[in-house]
């Protein structure tokens, strides 16, 4: 499945993407990490002991009874196993004799020479002699080294196998003498292929298959309207939320993500662990993320039951998150600040300048927080939806004054309008999306009833006025014009387009075959007003071109022309691109990438109930 998506702009990415190289900033950096994941989970089990003391058990004692019953079972078993060894020999011996079969001498010999009588009595054996003697025939050079290895690693506290480093085996900036072959040739070819253009973008899709979650980094060339996957990045975490960053991070420490980083090309990826990553996108095959936000797992506990049965609750931190990251925002109109929502209910405003931990916390929900929007006129506003019912706008500058707004389900995606950064669009559980003005409490501008079941993926156009796209779990998707002007075509003001009756239409239904919807977005850049990201639960990536339906290109030009912008490119010829992951029984002559036609999506039309 594809939890979400996300546009990297035309230009903003390499032309040549670099490969990884791990350097002694990277290995000191991973060292460190492990060290301080080791360290919390000690501290957690030490937690967990000192709790099953409290409630009276004591997991020494328990541990050392089982241990003691283990053996007392094992020696039962044993005697047994001898006894009925016994009698079946007796048995055998006496079989058409009549009397026991008298011991043989050499058997007992054997049995005598090999201690085989106390064979099972020993659990392991270790041998000291060969040790010795293989320590014997080492010189002193060897038997040197061996012992400062053994120094070294021991000499680390908290750490796995000592350091990361002490796993190489040639010496520092030494190369292995037995390979001959130069692979700077076939490295060098294999960056040729992975060229982006300045015309190209890439799409981010945060997917997880058979247990494994990573980032697959798509490639849409649309000149040739050719979609593929570029290269991936390996999660350690189911992802739930992505985030383009345009911002030159402070941390990129190895010298691929230092040059790579003056591009500003990274995402930042939200996932059930409570921590953030933010990842370079223009390094190939990355081992590491280039900063993590958060991710302490140390956060005290407090109890909310009591016996056995009672659940345990991490507490809200200041600094960092202490449960799943579900929503991301950037805001761009100051770069280094990026809020993130998470399921345990509190808002954290970040500077990427300084990683280590939040700059703000908020909390004006009292459930998950499902979403986050910055608003493009007033950067320093912030709307947020959660799982209370509740939508939320407040000055990050003042957050005591919070504007609520009530809805009838939990809140799914919040956006505001990039044409009117007064409205406020708000999907919900129950298939509804609703219209508010953020800048005063009121009832909804309008609604739309637009789906039979969760509005879980929703998307306001950056460069068509009033053009609306929604998903969700009914496995389809449709495109809406909220605004009388580009529906119409004719001139008036905005107060009339908001009284007027009727005027909110879906444009066009479709089912993309992509399962139940998560995702969908549209493009960034100004001359692709008509493409749409969609993913779901299928695993695959759609891309939408609304130009190829004649209702939705009517609305776009009438809806263009009336802001003053200029006419959209030419038609596609294909309505829908996706590409599948398929097995190699259904793979077509393609290689797997599926193109699935359209109609002109009139009879699709129907009117939006408007309260």
Not at 35 to 52: D, G, H, P, Y
Not at 118 to 130: C, M, W
Not at 217 to 243: A, R
Not at 281 to 301: N, R, S, T
């Amino acid at each position: 499945m594809i939890s979400s998506l996300a546009w990297v702009p035309k230009g903003a990415s390499k032309e040549v993407p670099v490969r990884f190289k791990m350097t002694d900033e990277d290995f000191d950096r991973i060292q460190a990490n492990i060290s301080s994941r080791l360290a919390t989970s000690k501290s957690e089990l030490e937690a967990a002991q000192m709790e099953l003391a409290a409630d009276g058990a004591s997991p020494e004692g328990n541990s050392d009874a089982a241990g003691a019953q283990m053996v007392k079972n094992k020696k039962k078993r044993k005697g047994q196993s001898k006894e009925n060894a016994a009698a079946a020999g007796a048995t055998d011996g006496n079989k058409g004799k009549g009397k026991a079969t008298e011991p043989n001498p050499e058997d007992e010999a054997i049995i005598k020479e090999f201690a085989l009588d106390n064979y099972d009595d020993e659990d392991e054996v270790e041998n000291e002699d060969d040790d010795e003697m293989a320590a014997e025939d080492m010189d002193d050079s060897e038997q040197a080294k061996m012992a400062a290895a053994l120094a070294s690693n021991s000499a680390e506290d908290g750490a796995l196998f000592g350091t990361i480093q002490s796993l190489k085996y040639h010496d520092k900036g030494g190369e292995d003498p037995f390979v001959t072959q130069d692979d700077k040739v076939e490295e060098d070819e294999e960056l040729e292929e992975a060229m982006i253009s300045v015309n190209d973008n890439l799409i981010l899709a945060a997917k997880t298959e058979d247990d494994i979650s990573h980032i697959e980094v798509y490639l849409y060339e649309g000149g040739e309207d050719n979609l593929f996957v570029h290269h991936d990045i390996m999660l350690p975490s189911f992802p739930l939320c992505l985030e383009w960053l345009n911002f030159p991070l402070p941390s990129s420490t190895t010298e691929s993500s230092s040059l790579a980083s003056q591009t500003g090309n990274f995402v930042a990826v939200g996932m059930f662990d409570p921590e953030i990553e933010i990842w370079n996108l223009d390094v190939l095959d990355p081992m590491y993320p280039d900063a993590i936000l958060g991710g302490k797992a140390d956060a005290p506990k407090v109890a909310l039951g009591s016996g056995k049965k009672k659940s345990r609750l991490r507490q809200p931190h200041p600094h960092y998150h202490v449960d799943a990251v579900l929503c991301l925002s950037w805001n761009r109109a100051h770069p280094s600040l990026l809020a993130s929502g998470s399921a345990d209910t509190t808002i954290k405003l970040w500077d990427l300048n300084s990683p280590d931990q939040a700059l703000r916390s908020f909390q004006p929900h009292h459930a998950k927080v499902q979403g986050l929007a910055w608003n493009s006129k007033q950067p320093e506003v912030l709307a947020s939806g959660a799982y209370d019912k509740r939508a939320c706008v407040f000055d990050t500058r003042a957050p005591d004054a919070v504007m609520s707004f009530k809805l009838s389900a939990d809140v799914e995606v919040i956006r505001w309008d990039p044409f009117r950064p007064e409205r406020l669009l708000v999907s919900t559980e129950d298939g509804v999306v609703r219209c508010f003005d953020g800048t005063a409490p009121s009832a909804p501008l309008f609604t739309l009833h637009a789906h039979d079941g969760a509005v879980s993926a929703m998307d306001m156009s950056p460069t068509v006025p009033g053009l609306l796209v929604t998903g969700s779990a009914d496995r389809t998707c449709k495109v809406w014009a909220t605004d009388v002007l580009g529906a119409t075509g004719s001139s008036g003001t905005a107060a009339a387009a908001d009284a007027a009756s009727g005027d909110r239409r879906c444009l066009v239904k479709r089912d993309l075959g992509l399962g139940k919807v998560f995702s969908a977005t549209f493009a960034p850049d100004t001359d692709d007003a008509c493409r749409v990201a969609v993913a779901g639960d299928s695993g695959s990536v759609t891309v939408w071109h609304l130009d190829g339906n004649d209702t939705v290109k009517q609305y776009i030009r009438g809806a263009r022309s009336q802001a003053g912008l200029p006419d959209i490119r030419g038609t596609f010829e294909k309505e829908f691109l996706t590409m599948d992951t398929v097995s190699e029984d259904d793979e077509d002559d393609d290689g797997g990438l599926g193109v699935m036609m359209g109609g002109d999506g009139d009879e699709d039309e129907d009117e939006a109930m408007e309260d």
